[in-house]
């Protein structure tokens, strides 16, 4: 069976899956080479990747950092343990993220909808709905009968708990139900299709502390972020990403002479499976420090930077610039974005522009996102009036 999409998007599956199997090891250059001895892609791969997708406009502007900004409610994407130094008492958000517009795309998009609540001084919990639409797709037979039209679609549910475990440092763990539904109901040689689903779990930590620079009142917090508290806030935000999964491993290694040979650790158990795709989930997670091929080099490439900035005048108008980095060899994702967000009593807007920096495209190129917020301790504080 081949699942043809309306616009051709799984074309790319089918080329990266071609090249892949092409790719060698070059010791001496301590990378993964094509046929003309050039330094390839060797980019992670993981299931689900729509959980990688930044969903607030706010980090959309910031180069996609987030780890240890100011909290919101869309903290718990990056990071829910800032949740329990948030100023307000409860917030919710909603972010609407238009995906491969650059090709006259109007059914695939990206939903995401967030809030949490402070059970008090040192609790919070908080929650998350995130929802991606795939579109509308032509499913055909290897003949290019039809076999239908479907609407695959991916989600993902989030509960969160936070607290702080003294006066400066904070954890959370939170639990998480994914699902993927790419065709079912379909069959492929007999078999069936079905929805797959699974649970995760996330575990947060955090650390602010108080200091001053220039005279000003400010804040350090763990991610190296620093945010300057007053009517005019200036923050800066760097985040080092890396995904825990296997490093790709080649099955030819190239030789002096130019010639390949068998790569012994690509199947040390003979069943024709690479062995970094036979993984348990924590030998992966605990191996993908020291399992590239390329040494403590390659491991390296495998982080991913996000620098952003944001300017907050008078606590109702803020601007924002970022830069994302990811190596050539890992993905090649680069990017500058801009944004601004504007504050006024219970309600916020926040909005980020993304302008590509590589050749490679990316699906949210030339796309303005917003999210909206809401304050409800506005309310809170008149009652107490």
Not at 199 to 227: C, I, P, V
Request: net charge negative; with cysteine.
């Amino acid at each position: 069976m081949i699942i043809k999409a309306k616009h051709n998007l799984l074309f790319l599956f089918f080329i990266v899956s071609a090249t892949v199997s092409a790719q060698v090891f070059d010791p001496t250059k301590g990378c993964v080479v094509d046929n003309n001895g050039d330094c390839i892609s060797n980019t992670l791969l993981t299931a689900v990747p729509f959980l990688r997708i930044t969903p607030d406009a706010r980090s959309g502007a910031m180069g996609d950092a987030g780890l240890a900004l100011r909290p919101n409610s869309n903290s718990m994407h990056f990071n829910p343990s800032n949740l329990v130094f948030a100023e307000d008492k409860s917030a919710f958000s909603f972010t609407y993220t238009p995906w491969l517009r650059n090709l006259n795309l109007n059914d695939i998009f990206l939903l995401y909808v967030s809030g949490y609540y402070k059970l008090d001084k040192n609790q919070a919990i908080g929650g998350g709905i995130r929802f991606f639409s795939l579109g509308d797709i032509d499913f055909t037979d290897t003949q290019g009968g039809s076999l239908g039209t479907g609407r695959p679609r991916e989600g993902e549910f989030t509960i969160a708990y936070a607290r702080k475990l003294g006066d400066k440092f904070s954890a959370s763990l939170s639990g998480k139900y994914i699902f993927s539904n790419l065709a079912s109901g379909l069959q492929v040689n007999g078999v069936d299709i079905n929805t797959a689903s699974a649970f995760a779990a996330d575990f947060g930590l955090n650390y602010r502390t108080k200091t001053t620079l220039g005279g000003y009142k400010g804040e350090w917090s763990y991610g190296l972020a620093f945010t300057n508290i007053g009517y005019n806030s200036l923050t800066f935000a760097v985040d080092l990403n890396k995904l825990l999964v296997p490093t790709p491993i080649s099955k030819k290694i190239v030789n002096n002479d130019g010639t390949f040979t068998d790569n012994p650790e690509w199947d040390t158990d003979g069943n024709g499976i690479a062995d970094y795709r036979e993984k348990s989930l924590f030998a992966g997670v605990l191996g993908s420090f020291n399992d590239a091929q390329g040494g403590i080099a390659e491991e390296v490439k495998e982080v991913s930077l996000s620098i952003g900035a944001e300017y907050w005048y008078d606590k109702q108008f803020a601007f924002r610039g970022g830069y994302y980095w990811e190596s050539a060899e890992k993905g090649n994702r680069r990017f500058f974005t801009v944004g601004a967000g504007i504050k006024y009593n219970v309600f916020g807007i926040d909005l980020s522009y993304l302008i590509p920096t590589s050749i490679l495209p990316n699906p949210l190129d030339n796309t303005l996102r917003f999210s909206l917020l809401f304050d409800f301790s506005v309310f809170q504080s008149d009652i107490q009036e």
